[in-house]
């Protein structure tokens, strides 16, 4: 689709993108991937915090200078039905300290009402099994004591957390799919609805989850606010 790029010679220049982060770990780095093959300078456009994206592929990387991701992102792409991609596992395995679960309390203002109200009683459960249990994501995520507070991380220490974890878990989130990608089992829970022709839970288990998979604990529930019980049991599934 050479809309979202243009080729001088053996310079290939890809479109800025100011997206949600889920869309550009799993769809939209993986599409430039693909086409940066056989150039020699590629240049990519995105915001400043996510140039480890793009690292194995991109020799000139550039800010756009934006802050806040927006919905624009070009959901016009067949990402799910056809469009090429190449998918790489980031992070390092055994590069940083190794947490058995890390967990993505999401904090989204615009979308508070679902924002999972129980993890307190989920990590109570967890560090009471003495499992190294850390928090990652934003400032703006929660951190739920006395689990290690991470967040703020720099993405290529985000990607080796994920990558060095047993299991990532919160609600369907941009850190998620990037856990995904790091090669992390995930518990994650969403609603039942139709986007773009298929439910979250297919995104997760096959869409967005490429060969080799990772294997994928999902709940489905509408409301977004699973049984705390389910979490734990779901959790105890993946770290069998």
């Not at 430039?32 to 000139?60: N, P």
């Not at 995904?180 to 439910?199: F, H, N, P, Q, S």
């Not at 297919?202 to 604990?217: D, H, K, L, Q, S």
Request: include cysteine; hydrophobic fraction near 40%; charged fraction near 20%.
């Amino acid at each position: 689709m050479p809309e979202h790029y243009t080729i001088d010679g053996d310079r290939i220049a890809f479109a800025p993108f100011a997206g949600e982060f889920g869309w550009e770990v799993a769809s939209w780095a993986p599409y430039c991937r693909y086409q940066a093959r056989g150039f020699r300078q590629v240049t990519v456009t995105s915001f400043a915090d996510t140039a480890a994206l793009y690292a194995d592929f991109c020799t000139d990387f550039q800010s756009h200078g934006q802050s806040g991701r927006g919905l624009d992102y070009p959901k016009s792409f067949p990402f799910y039905f056809g469009t090429p991609a190449e998918y790489v596992r980031y992070g390092r395995p055994g590069c940083g300290p190794r947490f058995d679960v890390l967990i993505h309390a999401r904090g989204i203002a615009r979308k508070a009402t679902i924002n999972y109200r129980h993890w307190p009683a989920v990590v109570e459960r967890l560090l009471a099994r003495r499992l190294l249990v850390a928090c990652i994501g934003t400032a703006d995520d929660g951190s739920i004591a006395p689990a290690v507070d991470l967040r703020g991380a720099p993405l290529p220490m985000l990607m080796d957390l994920c990558a060095n974890a047993r299991v990532t878990v919160g609600a369907s989130s941009g850190v998620m799919h990037l856990a995904a990608a790091c090669g992390c089992d995930l518990v994650v829970w969403g609603d039942r609805k139709t986007r773009y022709r298929e439910t979250l839970e297919t995104r997760y288990t096959t869409t967005w989850n490429p060969p080799p998979r990772v294997a994928v604990g999902y709940l489905a529930t509408d409301d977004w606010q699973p049984d705390p019980a389910a979490v734990l049991a779901k959790i105890e599934e993946q770290l069998q």
